[in-house]
């Protein structure tokens, strides 16, 4: 047998009558967002066959469309880039300075190993006078290992270098400038920056809510 929503309880306890109310959720949730388009799936779910021949090569006119807006895209972006080389040039430049003195500053940090000198300040600190000692030996053996690869490197270099001025063709400078420039303007770059800019900006689409 049901009892009716408001009957006592058996029990002898209150009944506290429960009314909903309206949140205004999907208000909520819809504020501030501007109309867009919605996405539905088109498809079957079955396979998709790729045609054999594309669209745009089917026919005469088709395919004269296809190049002509190839064309124009490629000019656009030959273009685009075009006239802001000088600004690209500039600050590539500044990007291969400074990974210059990046890489000379990375070259010096993995020589010296940087941060044993903390760690033997503080064993003395803490009064271990043999880890202190154990630190500051390998540190140095360390330290004399890689100067002396970095000496045969650097003796490597100036080999080769003499070799091309000796026996290379002139334009093989040119190569040699162009990568140099291009691999430290590469260690220059700051993280997250670039120094070309896009020449076409991506459509923009609401994601489907």
Same mark, same amino acid.
């Given at each position: ?26 208000? +909520? ?19 998709? /066959? /790729? ?8 026919? =005469? ?8 807006? @190839?064309? +124009?895209?490629?000019?656009? /972006?030959?273009?685009?880039? &075009? ?6 040039? *500039? ?6 300075? =400074? ?10 940090? =993995? ?7 903390? $760690?033997? /300040? ?16 390998? @540190? ?17 270099? @100036?080999? @080769? ?12 400078? $040119? ?16 993280? &997250?920056? *670039? ?15």
């Amino acid at each position: 047998m049901t009892s009716a929503p408001h009957d006592p309880p058996a029990d002898g306890g209150t009944v506290v009558p429960l009314r909903a109310v309206d949140a205004q959720t999907e208000v +909520a949730l819809d504020e501030g967002k501007p109309p867009g388009a919605a996405y539905i799936d088109l498809t079957s779910g079955d396979a998709q /066959r /790729r045609p054999v021949i594309p669209a745009h090569w089917r026919t =005469w006119e088709a395919a004269r469309t296809h190049i002509r807006l @190839a064309v +124009a895209r490629h000019v656009h /972006r030959a273009a685009y880039h &075009g006239v802001r080389s000088p600004g690209y040039t *500039v600050k590539a430049l500044g990007f291969a300075v =400074w990974g210059v003195v990046a890489v000379l500053g990375r070259l010096i940090a =993995w020589w010296h190993i940087p941060g044993t000198g903390q $760690l033997e /300040r503080q064993a003395a600190a803490d009064g271990l006078l043999n880890e202190h000692l154990r630190i500051h030996k390998a @540190a140095k053996e360390t330290r004399k290992v890689r100067g002396t690869i970095l000496a045969l490197c650097l003796a490597g270099l @100036a080999g @080769a270098a003499v070799a091309l001025a000796r026996f290379g063709p002139w334009w093989s400078w $040119l190569l040699l400038a162009l990568a140099l420039f291009v691999a430290f303007a590469l260690a220059g770059r700051p993280q &997250g920056k *670039v120094i070309t800019t896009r020449a076409e900006i991506p459509a923009a689409v609401q994601p489907p809510t």
